[in-house]
């Protein structure tokens, strides 16, 4: 994602991102996006897409994470929408209002909803990702819409609830987890097999320390899960058939192989499969604490550490 220090607000920064990216993991393929600011005008665009790149994020102005230089007139932007448009680059969209602009009552992911229905309905052909969906509310938005919408839904959005977000810093993220009735609207959602809805894991990797040291409420906002985020979006769905929120019957092959892999590929006009497949079996692994970067330097927690999950392992194709 391009919510760097600074923000890649330029094709250039971009490609100098993706070749540090590409020199870091080799094998990744990496869908690349730019920050959308005021410098990214409707012939940035032109210029992005023939540089391969792939999406541009829309951060409202101070909703999360580095957004300070972020979007605060979405009308302003309507000429370069219309260019992405024609050029085929989808628009990522964190879609939160600040709370100011809340009505009482009403998530701050609720009320960005109607910005997101009259964006589809000004450029329909423009392929719109609701990133990080957390509410029942925002599940129902996306499908009201035509196939140009889609949402993605997290790993951690599928466990966590405002009750562990509030007071735990390694629960903190943004958009907030919501109530119990939401988080079971999105596994509900998970195990649809509607390709609207497709896995984006939103790992944040903040450094632990700044977690443990942040005064209360103060913790950047970010769960880190990508060590072990497949097997996190299968607890989920175990902790979900306990509940009675959906059964074993929903969870097939078929239906994960969708959520986790095709459809979002299908959505960026990817090849259905890359072809490598994993294995999952249960062998008594529990998530460790933590990892380190190569030189020790950096260490960050990884969510719901301790918990006993499946065992993954990457098959290659030949
Ligand atoms: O939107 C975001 C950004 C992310 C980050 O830290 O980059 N962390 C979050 O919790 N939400």
Avoid at 56 to 74: C, D, F, M, R, W
Avoid at 170 to 190: G, Q
Avoid at 205 to 220: E, F, I, N, R
Wanted: glycine residues 8%; negative net charge; proline residues 6%.
């Amino acid at each position: 994602m391009p919510n760097l220090v600074p923000p890649l607000t330029t094709v250039d920064k971009v490609l100098e991102y993706q070749g540090k990216l590409r020199a870091a993991s080799p094998n990744v393929h990496f869908l690349m996006s730019l920050y959308l600011h005021p410098s990214v005008t409707p012939e940035t665009i032109e210029k992005a897409a023939e540089a391969g790149i792939t999406g541009v994020k829309l951060y409202p102005q101070g909703a999360t994470t580095n957004s300070e230089h972020g979007v605060a007139n979405i009308e302003a932007f309507y000429d370069t929408f219309a260019s992405m448009e024609k050029h085929g680059i989808v628009l990522n969209i964190h879609g939160e209002v600040l709370e100011a602009f809340a009505p009482e009552g009403t998530t701050l992911e609720e009320a960005f909803l109607p910005t997101l229905k009259q964006l589809h309905e000004r450029f329909p052909n423009l392929r719109i990702v609701l990133e990080h969906c957390t509410t029942a509310a925002a599940v129902e938005a996306v499908k009201a819409c035509g196939p140009n919408v889609g949402a993605t839904i997290t790993a951690h959005h599928l466990y966590l609830t405002e009750a562990d977000a509030c007071c735990d810093p390694f629960a903190f993220c943004k958009p907030i987890p919501k109530k119990p009735t939401d988080r079971d609207a999105l596994l509900k959602a998970v195990v649809s097999g509607n390709p609207k809805f497709f896995f984006g894991s939103d790992s944040a990797p903040h450094p632990l320390v700044s977690k443990t040291t942040a005064a209360q409420g103060k913790a950047p906002a970010g769960v880190f899960t990508q060590p072990y985020v497949t097997q996190l979006v299968l607890l989920a769905l175990e902790e979900g058939i306990e509940r009675g929120v959906i059964s074993e019957d929903d969870v097939t092959q078929e239906k994960l192989e969708g959520f986790l892999s095709k459809f979002g590929r299908r959505f960026y006009k990817l090849s259905e499969t890359s072809g490598n497949k994993i294995i999952l079996e249960r062998k008594g692994e529990k998530i460790q604490a933590s990892v380190k970067s190569e030189s020790g330097a950096v260490e960050v927690g990884i969510s719901r550490a301790g918990t006993e999950v499946f065992s993954l392992t990457w098959v290659k194709a030949a």
